[in-house]
């Protein structure tokens, strides 16, 4: 188990945390570029312009606890890049049966992601993916957390999963301007 989450074969995909009538052509670009998991000055909203940039930020908000700006580097992935919908403060603070089990999701990842002994300002960093047709996945050996790639933190935090058990990865995509995680799955077996 991964941090008091059953996993069984495979744990559901996370997406974004947006309303469901935010598109990603409602949003306004903000004027500052912000540090991993901070907010913008010009408004909460953070604006990776990299993939890599958009994981490593929202896996920074999740060690943190900072579950609102997690959801807020978060969007829903659609058909269409101009139809997806970006994480907003209305979708995370929501009270819709979802929005409860997204912030749960994320509480779970706090505790999987978090490195022994943790630090209050975690160093992550996400090495160079390849882009495709504006969507990027990162896989957990890609990712750094002071030093441990996320699948070895992952494994720390669990017990009864073994190396090479582990399957994780984390989607990003291009919307607009910026990038935005959409998804990271989890596949045990």
Known sequence: MIAGAALVVTVAVVTGCSTGTDS???KKPTASKPTAGKPTAAA????????EEAVASWVTAVIKSQLEQACLIMAKPATAPSAAQVGTSSGYNSTTPEMRQMRENLGRFRMAFTPKPPTDNPKVEVARVPETSGTAVVPADKITIDGQTL???ILSNSTGIKQGQLDVKTESARIKDAWYVISIDFHVG
């Open 24 to 26: 990603a052509a409602d």
């Open 44 to 51: 909460s909203e953070p604006r990776q312009s990299t993939a």
């Open 151 to 153: 699948e070895k933190v």
